[in-house]
């Protein structure tokens, strides 16, 4: 048989303050019933909350997140706009006299700067064989290389 609670007893409530179900002592009861309870964890008194009684507020949660996951990515306006920007803050850096001019036989080192007659200056952004990526004005295209 369990021992009767009363007060000055612990017991498990759930909390106001911490928002889980600690470990509370009795403060005041109502014949059987416990009406008022400390908590140990954070010390605050408060009217007592039966620990099952808030596992309804987990229910929205997961409605949302299976929502979410139906929605495609929405891609902004222009794909292109943060290489873009990407390119105007990094040129601003570079020496557009030190430019290679672009050549498919050309190998080209990380950040280097290159001049491409149709595509104008263009930041090296990764070298592989046979194909370079570079950061043009308007945007990042794939050229071919050594
Ligand atoms: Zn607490």
Same mark, same amino acid.
Request: charged share 25%; glycine share 6%; hydrophobic share 35%.
């Given at each position: ?11 498990? $409530? ?38 099952? $009684? ?33 390119? $105007? ?58």
């Amino acid at each position: 048989m369990v021992k009767k609670l009363s007060t000055g007893d612990i017991t498990e $409530a759930r909390c106001t303050r911490c928002q889980e179900v600690m470990n509370h002592t009795i403060v005041a009861m109502v014949e059987e019933k416990i009406v008022r309870v400390q908590c140990n964890t954070c010390n605050s008194v408060h009217n007592y909350r039966s620990p099952l $009684a808030a596992k309804k507020a987990a229910a929205p949660k997961a409605a949302s997140a299976t929502k979410a996951k139906g929605v495609p990515r929405v891609s902004r306006k222009d794909p292109a706009a943060g290489e873009k920007q990407e390119w $105007a803050e990094q040129i601003v850096k570079m020496q557009p006299e030190l430019a290679i001019a672009y050549s498919m036989e050309g190998k080209y080192k990380v950040n280097s700067l290159v001049k491409h007659t149709t595509f104008g200056l263009g930041i090296v952004k990764r070298q592989s064989p046979g194909k370079v990526e570079m950061l043009f004005a308007d945007g990042k295209k794939m050229l071919k290389s050594q």
